[in-house]
């Protein structure tokens, strides 16, 4: 069969997407070379359109339209730009989040074409993007493939989507898109703006400068809807208004090309240079600057400005946002609600928090019109539906302070989840909530990971008794039972097998040889539902994990995480103990990542407290070196928590620390006098109640992570060596009498 019949009604389909200013979704089912064919005859009919084609290798098929070839991974990158056509190889691997990422970028009237093997073929299809949940003992081809099965039920049952499988007839489809009213009323419009939501984003924008202090705006809408490009005609109006300096910042630079766009247009004068912007008066002369700066170097770097814009807000670590929060008070925090890198609901449940505490009276703003597709978009609707972007849990019956009778502990097949939509929705929802990077790659994870199991606690607090809402969820992973000879290759640093993050860790990391020997469960993620927290339930599940891995006579029940003082104090009262703590921040979380481990075994037991002697003796040591910017409330939380081993304090140390507190003796003379007296305060939990935040702030840095005194002052804002020695001299004292007291 030739063609001609699959591009008439390609054609058809394309008609009625221009005409709707709607996108719409292709799918070519069949040999991966007729896919590849078919694909390339549709581009070269339409060959003054730009495309992306997402694949792992060239195509043969010549082409006479200009294609960015690009892997799937990197799908990202692409977040900021337009395109008339997409293609994505499922051939190449299904890649969730390159799927969802890619597919904002699709303009109205745009074809979003899938090749993918036979429909009846493709869920049992060696996908090699399974390889990224695969771990020993587990094999990338033995692996279910729920998630597949998941998005072609979606392809064939979506009535918007036009299916071809190669060599059957194309059936007329019987959906037609529904031509909208006009989209854009422009009567009452201004500012460059196209939708009214847009000019009221603008003109909030502008508030934030023009307005009181410390009222930072929060702007939240799903893709599609001119939030960014909304930013960048703000910054232009507010150039004209005689602002000189803004800047933007967001977890990369592409996220932000659409408010460069924005400025290039309505400042013709200025000029773009690389993530600068400048705007000239004249041929020489400078107005104003717009530039893009990285968080983490905003961050530390700190540079004035008269409006600070963060873009993509719920992709950048919560303590960063925080940061950023405290230092400018002038501020835009812009996120995007259902989003591909990492949701905004989950950003926006937490952050809320953070925002009362900090600036209380802050202001939000939600975009609803679409701008770049009008209303009820058959893609968005399609990528909201398949990959759960949507997902929410169920407000629960359970009532706060009711009794733990109410709740039932179940662990959840992933067969059965992947069955059960609303059970999923609740699922997902939870974690969405929970971890603002929750992606469509992590359903994929929660549906067809064969080493993840799904702990669920639920509400049966109803009137019929019935659990049918999930007030928490966790993810725990099977982790170590390594044979020796893999053991020994990843004690020596030569092997580092998918997976099994715990028991590698401690053996490569931390030199303790048995560790890939022992068999535990990683906690991976916990949730429970914001109105529900503070009740007991993370303790709750969290002890049904333990007692399940006691039945499986497991070594150990770990988690690690970005290390807060909130969280690490949560775990310790879970029986949890610091074994490790990363180098280097994570990118996701902006946070050292911190391993915590519970024994279950005797073999279990005696690893912890090798392990926690040695991580308390390391750590102690490396406080001056690679952790010396650890936040003080994450030092003393680890101190606190780690291994017991009471540091006393000999007859010659009361002596210096008598002679510095109450005398002239200098402080260096007596360092390791005050550094023993601290680790013990921090050890007995004394040292926060015991002294003024200053005076904490102050001895963490400048006798655990000895940093200059130069350094603190500039840090803390004293006066000078003078307060420094002061307020040393004022805790040493405190310290010494709760000392005295104890003894």
């Known amino acids: ?74 799908a990202l990158h692409h977040l900021g730009s337009e395109c008339d056509f997409i293609v994505m190889d499922a051939y190449a691997g299904f890649h969730p989040d390159g799927f ?19 429909l009846e073929q493709w869920s049992s299809y060696d996908d090699p993007d399974y390889e990224r949940i695969t771990s020993l003992p587990y094999q990338r081809e033995s692996l279910n493939r729920r998630f597949i099965q998941r998005i072609k039920h979606a392809v064939t049952h979506e009535n918007s989507t036009l299916v071809i499988e190669q060599g059957k007839s194309v059936s007329n489809s019987e959906y037609s898109d529904k031509i909208p009213e006009p989209i854009f ?63 933007l910042t967001a977890p990369y630079p592409e996220a932000v090309e659409s408010a460069f766009s924005r400025l290039e247009a309505l400042l013709p004068l200025g000029k773009r240079d690389g993530l600068m912007f400048h705007c000239y008066l004249s041929d020489h002369e400078a107005l104003a600057e717009v530039e893009f700066i990285a968080t983490d170097e905003l961050i530390t770097s700190s540079p004035d400005a008269d409006l600070v814009m963060v873009d993509e807000a719920a992709a950048i670590p919560a303590p960063m946002l925080e940061c950023l929060l405290k230092r400018y008070s002038r501020i835009v925090f812009a996120s995007t609600i259902h989003g591909y890198e990492g949701t905004g609901r989950g950003f926006a449940v937490r952050f809320t928090k953070v925002l009362d505490r900090i600036t209380p009276q802050w202001n939000s703003l939600h975009l609803k019109a679409p701008i770049r597709w009008s209303e009820n978009d058959p893609l968005e609707r399609f990528v909201f539906d398949a990959l759960l972007l949507n997902a929410s849990p169920v407000d629960p019956c359970l009532q706060v302070g009711a009794m733990m009778d109410s709740i039932a502990f179940q662990w959840i097949n992933q067969d059965s989840l992947s069955q059960n939509e609303p ?66 290759l990843i004690w020596q640093g030569q092997r580092r097998p998918r997976g099994h993050l715990i028991p590698q860790a401690l053996s490569s990391f931390s030199g303790f040889k048995e560790a890939t020997g022992l068999q535990g469960d990683r906690i991976m993620r916990i949730a429970v539902h914001p109105e529900l927290h503070q009740q007991g339930l993370g303790t ?45 921040r994570e990118a996701a979380s902006g946070a050292h990542s911190v391993i915590m481990f519970s024994a279950i075994s005797d073999k279990g037991e005696t690893l912890c407290n090798k392990a926690q002697k040695r991580f308390y003796e390391q750590f102690i040591f490396d406080l001056n070196d690679v952790f010396n910017d650890l936040d003080s409330s994450v030092v003393i939380s680890l101190l606190r928590e780690s291994y017991q081993t009471k540091i006393p304090l000999s007859e010659q140390d009361c002596l210096d620390l008598h002679a510095f507190s109450e005398h002239q003796r200098i402080y260096e003379s007596c360092s390791l006098s005050v550094w023993v007296l601290l680790v013990w305060a921090v050890q007995n939990k004394v040292l926060v109640g015991g002294c003024s935040e200053l005076e904490v702030s102050v001895l963490i840095r400048r006798v655990l992570q000895k940093r200059s005194a130069v350094l603190v002052i500039s840090e803390l804002k004293l006066t000078g060596k003078k307060e420094l020695n002061s307020v040393l001299v004022t805790g040493v004292k405190s310290l010494l009498r709760l000392y005295s007291t104890f003894s």
Request: charged fraction near 20%; aromatic fraction near 6%; hydrophobic fraction near 40%.
């Open 1 to 74: 069969m030739n063609n001609d019949r699959y591009l008439q009604a390609i054609t058809n389909i394309k008609q009625q997407a221009v005409l709707a200013r709607h996108r719409r979704l292709l799918v070519l089912s069949g040999d991966r070379l007729w896919g590849e064919s078919l694909a390339c005859e549709v581009l070269n009919n339409y060959v003054s359109e730009s495309v992306v084609w997402l694949t792992d290798r060239p195509v043969i098929t010549q082409l006479s339209v200009p294609v960015i070839f690009t892997h799937a991974k990197k």
């Open 100 to 118: 969802g990422a890619i597919s904002g970028t699709l303009k109205a009237g745009g074809l979003f074409i899938l090749i993918v093997p036979p």
């Open 185 to 247: 009323d422009m009567s009452d419009i201004s500012d460059d703006c196209i939708t009214q939501d847009q000019q009221k984003a603008v003109e909030a924008v502008c508030k934030v400068v023009t307005g009181h202090r410390r009222r930072p705006l929060v702007i939240n809408s799903d893709r599609g809807r001119g939030k960014s490009a909304a930013l960048g005609i703000a910054a232009a109006k507010l150039i004209k208004k005689g602002a000189q300096k803004i800047i």
């Open 423 to 488: 059970l999923l929705n609740q699922l997902f929802g939870l974690l969405v909530l929970a971890h603002y990077r929750t992606s469509p790659d992590d359903l994929r994870m929660l549906l067809d990971s064969p080493s993840i199991r799904i702990a669920a606690l639920f509400d049966r607090s109803n009137d019929e008794g019935q659990s049918s809402n999930v007030i928490a969820v966790a993810l725990v992973g099977r982790e170590g039972g390594l044979d020796s000879e893999l053991g020994e």
């Open 540 to 584: 709750y599940l969290i002890g049904a994990i333990k007692d399940d891995a006691k039945k499986a006579c497991l070594d150990y029940v770990g988690a690690s995480f970005g290390a807060t003082s909130e969280l690490l104090s949560f775990w310790s009262s879970n029986g949890f103990y610091p074994l490790r703590l990363g180098l280097q």
